[in-house]
């Protein structure tokens, strides 16, 4: 399987990380992957997708695909997929495979930054799935595309997501792997159908899956999971979610009913991500637990872990996890993963 990756200007590789993700995919898959590799010199600008995904709040490349159309270096109808990796400073960015093709490749949009350095391995092997995905499709296979389940995303040889889909798709490998110029294609209408089907089937078994997973708050490990779960409804990646997990161990340790000790200010913190009972001394508003506030009593945030987290992920997507001690002192760090 021939793969292009397309390497933004602004993009440090990371040689070693992008190896191992394509020899974990090949022992996965049983598939030989080929990389080539270009670079490219080109303007990053985004635009919300929040009309075509599932979690909204996510940013993604505006026009990328005809920026690299116009590049003429991607020849039609030669890579079974193309990967645009580009160095991001948002953190409200996500990885996509497009449902479309770019010059008949299954395209993957990879965005980096500093703090996800090392996620190249668990993003690509997802991905790439995804975009196998993909390729039935434009051969007017219909498959159920559900990775986005997420259960065992951290295991790409194991993992249940991993292992549920390489089962749906390992009929097709042998067919998808062959040289595109040689497929037979659909018409459009009938392409269009089958990737109208495709993703409605995904989308709604998934929907229904994730509404019958049970969040557990019993036990610290059942809890570390469940705030992992309500992150990747986020599209946090791996390295973020290590981030803000490192951050409630510290703050809690993963309890749900924590009280904090009495502050120097004669104020509290409660909760699993330890919210404070104080007020604003100018204007006389509280902080996190009062009237008018995320909660409406210190009962509440005791009561609602879940509520807890996604409070959590919105104030770090706007760059507030400085407000958190276990963040602001770097104690975090010695819960992240060795």
């Known amino acids: 399987m021939k793969v292009l990756f397309v390497r933004n200007i602004n993009y440090v590789p990371d040689g070693a990380d992008e190896a191992v993700a394509i020899d974990t995919i090949q022992k996965a898959t049983g598939l030989t992957v080929e990389v080539e590799t270009i670079d490219v010199v080109l303007p990053t600008i985004y635009k919300s997708f929040d009309a ?29 997929m193309v990967v645009f990796f580009y160095k991001s400073s948002r953190t409200d960015v996500a990885y996509w495979t497009y449902p479309n093709d770019l010059n008949g490749s299954a395209f993957i949009e990879f965005p980096t930054r500093d703090e996800w350095k090392g996620s190249v391995k668990l993003g690509m092997c997802h991905e790439f799935l995804h975009a196998c995905h993909r390729l039935c499709a434009f051969q007017g296979i219909v498959t159920l595309d559900d990775m986005d389940r997420y259960d065992g995303n951290l295991d790409p040889m194991n993992g249940s997501n991993y292992q549920r889909n390489i089962g749906v ?12 110029e040689n497929w037979k294609k659909p018409g459009y209408i009938k392409r269009f159908l089958v990737q109208l089907l495709t993703k409605t089937v995904s989308v709604y078994k998934t929907l229904a899956i994730m509404q019958q997973q049970e969040l557990l708050w019993d036990n610290p490990a059942n809890v570390r999971h469940s705030c992992r779960v309500i992150m990747d409804e986020y599209n946090l990646s791996w390295a973020e979610k290590d981030l803000l997990c490192a951050c409630i161990e510290q703050e809690s340790r993963f309890k749900v009913g924590a009280i904090g000790s009495l502050n120097a200010d004669g104020t509290r913190d409660y909760g699993l991500c ?19 506030a995320d909660f409406a009593s210190i009962d509440e945030v005791l009561a609602d872990p879940s509520k807890n987290v996604r409070i959590l992920v919105r104030e770090y997507k706007k760059g507030n996890l400085k407000w958190w001690a276990s963040y602001s002192t770097g104690a975090y760090k010695q819960f992240l993963p060795k």
């Open 274 to 292: 330890q919210f404070n009972n104080g007020v604003n001394k100018e204007t006389g508003e509280p902080f996190w637990i009062g009237k008018g």
């Open 52 to 80: 075509t995904s599932l979690v909204k709040g996510l940013w993604g490349l505006d026009g990328i695909k005809q920026q690299l159309r116009d590049t003429q270096q991607i020849p039609q109808d030669y890579y079974h």
């Open 169 to 180: 798709l390992q009929p097709y490998f042998q067919r998808i792997d062959t040289p595109l």
